[in-house]
């Protein structure tokens, strides 16, 4: 593999794309990330530096088209990043500017991500108009092993000019959220009561709380130059403090200085008080070349587990994933209580709310990292009452899990969201899209296919899922004129179609996918309840005081739920064949990028809710989560038969009326195109792939990546394209390579097993079991029952589909 396919380089200094590369060059480690951010320059219209540390949230009151409504953000956090110079040479009356990438002096500038290493380097070169060039090398990781630090090597280089550079590192509090345009007219100062220093030794630090949350959060620095011989002094200020130092250079005489910093808060387990714990931590850590070298074994033990073998861009790009998503959901994420953010650890759009997007994540974690799964199923368990009571609230039963979940598991969502087009704040009606616990029961579910672990099933998975099914029976109404239940008044995973048009509520009747995933939920919670062991079933039973009667009555909902249908296709809702056609070209002609035909519609006065459009997969998700010969048994449970021709009539209706205006959609298209329409399977893959480096929803990846979209393309690779599948205690395996992705390895860990490679070629897969005390492997391929022993790798040839 070329040292290319493990880095990612941007060459040159562009303002209009700094804030996207900031989000792409961030730096993690699950416990914290900071966005690749310029060190020289604080937040300007080309810069935010941001440093969020998973679960910490702060909520506050804002006032907004006259209504004061509460928001709860991840906090942008003290910036760790200042590091600022300017050159003084023996032969100059004074200091030249502070330098950085907007001074014109500027001549050249690159930075390189290194996916194996975890770092980002940059170089800068500037010149003055002496001649006199200098030339930064900036390197930076945010440790993979010692969740606390960061550190940053900033290495100087003098040419044609010899003296002194000075350099003020440092540590700044005066940070906003102020991240996302369109929240500007929201409360964004979460930080408060700080509190600087400067110790004997050379050590500075910072304190500060968030507002509201009381959360204390506390970083200590240290600095350290060579050569020695310049000064040094610690300048503290209200919200700041600098350490600023003298460094002597002269050509062929580079001068470095490192800077490691710790950040501590409240939030950690384990721990003393902020303050102190940052200083001693910073205190007892090595120097940067020993805390280079530890985090690089880190990154090559995580890589090991994550092996991933895909010829080409595409595997380029997908690592390039991989990393991010471990930079946000590592294995320091398992002994955090944090769930899934939708835009990682990488910037403040959706204000690092957990939404449904596990659903994309997860698969890929059970087969990589249980135990990080597991956490982030504990994470929905602990808020399990705040869900109940959301369900009781609302007259029903059971847990109502919500679609934005942040700190405590209350509903996150927005109460109003602002359309940039128009200007106009709306009502935002998306909490209704309760179809997020259908969700939370399906990872619960995969997650013991993948791993076996029954003892997470019988607890907390059980009472989950329960929970949930328990919620949707109570969601459920009877309708004798249909002979069928049905649930209104909810939200699809499209988003655009709230309410039907002109209705005095919001929500829809009947959402398909809604209805299904439920019946699905029932169907599992009632598997669950002949299958627990009779030690846990009772007492669980007893707690949740769930009788036989409530359990026939899952049953017969999990039979009799209405899918409505017309013209030969499922239809999104009951309802949804009346919508008018939308003039799609027309539109394309019109706007271009009709993506988010939402705020195109309202902004001309029209509402999207007229129109047979969605925004991204909605019927079409069920092809995701359920493989075909599984979604027609569904279906048939149900009382509806679902043909190939049905189910390929429903994909030609809902690709034509989607605009996909969430990088969901793409990854969706692309998992049920794989199977039914190959040759249009890679346009969405491509996009799917491309979707955050090349920012194809228009500005949105600067504000954070997409992390469902990033971890669903991985998944489309681990399992879309292998059709692997964890159930009935086997590894079932369907390949359906495409031809521009025919060859590639995938290495998993399943159940006991760790490190089981799967190599697939268009007629040809090879798995091979690393020697161990487990089991052989129960493999179906295709249908065909086989085994693979430990210590042992098997060719398998492929028959033409
Ligand atoms: C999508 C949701 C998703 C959310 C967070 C929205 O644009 O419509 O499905 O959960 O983004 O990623």
Known sequence: MTARAWTWTYEGYDPEDERLREALCTL?????????????????????????????????????????????????????????????????????????????????????LDLRRGTLTRWSSYEDAQGRRLTVTERRLVHM???????????????????????????????????????????????TDWETGGEGDGVFWLRCRTLTSGISVALAARTHVAPRGGTARTRVADRRVWRLHTVPVRPGAPATVDKTVALHTSQDLARTAPVPGALAAIRRAPAVPRLLASHHRAWQHLWHRVRWDVPGEAGRILRLHVFHVLQTLSPHTARLDVGVPARGLHGEAYRGHVFWDELFVLPFLNLHFPKVSRALLSYRHRRLPAARRAALEAGRAGAMYPWQSGSDGREETQLLHLNPRSGRWLPDHSHLQHHVGSAIAYNVWQFWQATGDTGFLHTKGAEMLLEIARFWASSADWDPGLGRYRIRGVVGPDEYHDGYPGADRPGLDDNAYTNVTAAWVLSRALELCRTLPEARRRPLFERLELSHDERQHWDDLAHRLYVPHHRGVISQFAGYERLAELDWAGYRARYGDIRRLDRILEAEGDTVNRYQASKQADVLMLGYLFSPTELAALFEQLGYRLDDETWRATVDHYLERTSHGSTLSAVVHAWVLARVRRDDAWGYCAEALTGDIADVQGGTTAEGIHLGAMAGTLDFVQRGMTGLETRARALWLDPAPLPQLSKFGVRIRYRRHRDIDLRIRTHRVGITVPESEQAAIRVRLRGRPYTVAPGTTRHFELPDD
């Open 28 to 112: 993690g480690n699950g416990r914290f990330a900071t966005r690749g951010a310029a060190p020289e320059t604080p937040r300007g219209p080309a810069h935010y530096p941001g440093t969020y540390a998973a679960g910490v949230y702060d909520r506050l009151t804002s006032t907004v088209a006259g209504r004061a409504v509460e928001n709860e953000d991840l906090v942008n956090l003290p910036d760790w990043l200042p590091l600022r110079y300017r050159i003084r040479p023996d032969d100059a009356p004074a200091p030249g500017p502070w330098l950085s990438p907007d001074h014109p002096q500027l001549t050249d500038h690159r930075r390189t």
């Open 145 to 191: 092993s010692e969740p606390d630090l960061a550190v940053q090597r900033a290495v100087f280089t003098a040419e044609g000019w010899s003296g002194q550079v000075e350099v003020a590192a440092g540590l700044d509090g005066d940070i906003r959220n102020r991240g996302v345009a369109r929240y500007r007219d929201l409360a964004d100062a979460h930080l």
